[in-house]
């Protein structure tokens, strides 16, 4: 890993854990030594990052001169902690891990003021129970998805008949209590919604569907309206 990289690594480290970050934990984190934790913290302070701290202490980052400041109304700020919240409550482990990234990185931009409010914030989001976890890798299925690339992998249905789909994945939804794929299906020639848990074995092919994820996404949410009645 280079310089550069470590040192932003390590700013990203000190956003997201919890105040202050002991030298250890920080080396433990990063596979470097307490040596270099100190040096790269000298180096970012005289970058203009403000991280209050010292050795034995623990560290704390007060203000981020990479990233300058926002604002938000509080109404929006109370929107931004829920929704993050929300994502971090129901999200596969990689988007529930990528939320609490985000609120660290909000959190380090807002003036000490919001900064405080978006810590303290009213609004919430609590699962008592967790969506089951997605059988296969969600980060593949979401880039395949963005990518417009066709994909196959195999299907348990609710009576547990097994089939191997070829689909064009649309979108992700989280419905009811999982989260399930909206995709073309290819053995159906029609549209369907695949629960991510029921799936095994994702294959992403060198087939491409583009341009047309946002018309056929539009035709599926149409059908599932209609099929709702709503």
């Given at each position: 890993m280079s310089r550069t990289a470590r040192l932003f690594q390590l700013?990203?480290?000190l956003r997201s854990m919890p105040p202050p970050a002991t030298a250890e934990t920080l080396a433990r984190e990063m596979d470097v030594s307490e040596r270099t934790i100190y040096r790269d913290?000298?180096?970012l302070r005289s970058l203009g990052a403000v991280i209050d701290g010292a050795a034995g202490f623990g560290f704390t980052v007060i203000e981020d001169a990479t990233l300058p400041p926002l604002g938000f109304a509080a109404d929006e700020i109370e929107a931004l902690v829920l929704g993050l919240r929300e994502v971090m409550a129901v999200g596969?482990?990689?988007?529930?891990?990528a939320a609490q990234s985000a609120l660290s990185k909000l959190r380090a931009r807002l003036p000490p003021s919001q900064s405080h409010r978006l810590e303290h914030a009213v609004l919430s989001a609590k699962r008592f129970?967790?969506?089951p976890p997605p059988g296969i890798d969600a980060q593949t299925l979401r880039r395949a998805t963005w990518e417009e690339?066709?994909?196959r992998f195999d299907y348990c249905d609710f009576h547990e008949t097994r089939t191997q789909r070829s689909v064009d994945p649309l979108s992700i939804v989280y419905l009811q209590s999982s989260h399930c794929l909206l995709a073309w299906c290819h053995l159906r020639a029609d549209f369907r919604?695949?629960?991510l848990d029921r799936m095994r074995n994702l294959?992403?092919?060198d087939a491409?569907?583009?341009?047309n994820r946002i018309a056929l996404l539009r035709d599926a949410i149409r059908k599932l309206r209609a099929e709702s009645g709503s």
């Open positions: 700013m990203q480290t913290i000298d180096t596969d482990p990689a988007l529930a891990d129970e967790r969506p690339r066709t994909i919604a695949f629960r294959e992403v092919t491409s569907f583009r341009p």
